[in-house]
């Protein structure tokens, strides 16, 4: 295999396993986005035991951030959609690309023989085969001028099986690519989520410091919201930085083709 | 991977392809066939995804791929069957053979390309190939190993591919040929005591095959049989007693232990 096929094949393992990530981590959202729901209810009915002033703002508070879960479940399951698409394409492209080896292997392999019976400087490393321009002139090259007529048949044909199925792969590339930028659309309207999650547990834990010594229970469950609450921003963190890392490494796979 | 032409005569030739010295070690050797009659060409057995490039790259030394017409796939294992999809992505006019009770099972195999298969019914069939139509034929061998195999007999070379039957498990460098029957029975036997379910089934094959009378059996691993070994081959396989798995008393006993073990958890 060749160093810019193996490359190749490198980079897609990655953006592969980022797909799994990215998967992975909108299903733990709802868990999260779950948790904290519940955490929001036991906060109403804690403060509602306080029967004080403070209590009714405890309970305000504890009941718009039991809302945010309802609010954002549909954007996590538009966001669980996309990312299952968006595993489903880079697995499709992954199958693509395992195609590809074989028949560029066979190709390069069949390159390198011809190459060694004719009188030419060329190597097969000399051919950039994941560039379908280069592909689609292959037979034509002056390297192959004293062919065979099998072997010429067999180059074109090998030739154009590879070039498709690149084109193939850029297409799949290009498709995970859209369906990366509207995951990220989504998590952005998830993440502003997030920081009113953020604000109102903050909210929440000025208002209980104020409780008498006897009433300081409270203080632990919304210790817990803070905690839940971090590991929302966490996780949506890691999905954007998963996301923004894939969105570079397809990028990255689009152009390396064309070098 | 080498290749080797094995019969040449009236436009019409074998070829076998094998002994891949690239291939790793993991990957079990196993030889391929091409029939080539009248330019047009028939891949036996065209085996699996891992050596799909290096049977690719060596079979242009013979053919233009252009002129595959036909693949036939003597039963389902994955080094016979996991690169059906790349070889009729390559070739999408090819026609592909296999048992009828594997098509569904091989079609698993598409790796994102439609495999559709011919299935072969339980008798065999005959198959054309080449502008003058020299037929080949598909010869029932059920249970040796697979439940749905095939052999195919070429009356034109007087060759029949055997499949699993009379494979062996043999070193990088063996010979292409068998040329000391005794000493290739030591390789033989272990394959087909494990793999072959029926000494039944294997006595009715050798009956079929006695009847064919051919004067080469190339089998998908290990070496090829011509002359008298053929004879030999038949009669070895005749007192085969396979489809056992009797592991002693010493091995009952520990697999004893073992399932006692299991059932506590």
């Known amino acids: 295999m ?14 592969f396993a980022i797909g799994v990530d990215v998967l992975n981590g909108t299903r733990s959202l709802k868990n999260i986005s779950l948790d904290l729901k519940l955490l929001a209810i036991n906060g109403i009915v804690q403060a509602a035991k306080i029967g004080t ?12 951030l039991s809302d945010l879960p309802v609010q954002i479940a549909p954007e996590l399951e538009e966001l669980e959609q996309v990312s299952a698409q968006f595993a489903r394409q880079l697995t499709l492209c992954s199958i693509a690309v395992r195609r590809y080896l074989n028949y560029s292997e066979a190709l390069r392999n069949l390159i390198a023989r011809v190459l060694k019976y004719s009188r030419t400087a060329y190597t097969a490393d000399d051919f950039n085969l994941l560039d379908p321009k280069v592909l689609a002139k292959l037979a034509n090259h002056p390297a192959f001028k004293n062919v065979t007529q ?8 090998f030739a154009s099986k590879n070039q498709k199925v690149i084109e193939l792969i850029n297409d799949l590339l290009y498709d995970a690519h859209t369906l990366m930028n509207k995951a990220s659309k989504k998590l952005d309207s998830i993440k502003r989520n997030g920081f009113i999650a953020n604000y109102m547990g903050s909210n929440i834990l000025i208002e209980s410091s104020y409780l008498s010594s006897d009433q300081k229970s409270f203080s632990g469950l919304v210790e817990n919201i803070k905690n839940i609450v971090k590991i929302l921003d966490e996780q949506l963190m890691k999905i954007s930085e998963d996301l923004s890392y894939g969105d570079s490494v397809i990028t990255t796979l689009i152009k390396l083709k064309s070098k | 991977m080498k290749s080797e032409i094995i019969f040449d005569g009236d436009n019409h030739k074998w070829i076998v392809l094998g002994r891949d010295p690239e291939k790793s070690e993991e990957v079990i050797d196993t030889n391929e066939y091409i029939i080539v009659s009248d330019g047009q060409a028939c891949l036996l057995d065209p085996g699996g995804i891992e050596i799909f490039p290096q049977v690719l790259t060596e079979i242009t030394r013979h053919i233009s791929t252009d002129n595959i ?13 996991s690169s059906l999809a790349m070889w009729t992505d390559l070739c ?13 099972f091989i079609a698993h195999f598409g790796m994102g390309t439609k495999l559709s298969l011919i299935g072969v019914p339980d008798e065999g069939m005959e198959i054309p190939i080449g502008a003058s139509r020299s037929n080949i034929y598909l010869v029932p061998a059920h249970y040796c190993h697979s439940s749905g195999n095939f052999s195919t007999y070429d009356p034109k070379s007087e060759i029949l591919f055997s499949g699993d039957i009379g494979a062996a498990l043999i070193p990088p460098d063996y010979p292409m040929f068998v040329d000391d029957f005794d000493r290739h029975t030591k390789l033989m036997e272990k394959f087909h005591l494990r793999w072959m379910p029926s000494t039944n089934a294997l006595k009715n094959w050798v009956k079929r095959v006695r009847m064919i009378n051919p004067k080469m059996i190339c089998p998908q691993h290990g070496a090829i049989f ?3 070994n053929v004879t030999k081959l038949l009669d070895w396989l005749d007192r085969l007693d396979v489809g056992k798995w009797d592991m002693g008393a010493e091995v009952t ?4 232990t073992v399932w006692m073990k299991w059932k506590k958890r």
């Not at chain 2, 017409?69 to 069957?81: E, K, T, V």
């Not at chain 2, 999408?92 to 569904?104: A, D, E, L, M, R």
Request: net charge negative; proline share 3%; aromatic share 8%.
């Open chain 1, 2 to 15: 060749s160093l810019i096929t193996n490359n190749y094949m490198n980079e897609i393992s990655k953006v």
């Open chain 1, 53 to 64: 002033n403070q209590g009714q703002s405890l309970i305000t508070l504890s009941g718009f």
């Open chain 1, 150 to 157: 099998n072997d010429r048949e067999n180059i074109i044909r």
């Open chain 2, 69 to 81: 017409a036909c693949i036939i796939s003597s039963h389902q294992d994955p080094d016979i069957s």
């Open chain 2, 92 to 104: 999408p006019n090819v026609k592909v053979y296999c048992s009828w009770i594997w098509t569904g």
């Open chain 2, 226 to 228: 011509r002359g008298e």
């Open chain 2, 253 to 256: 006993d520990l697999n004893k």
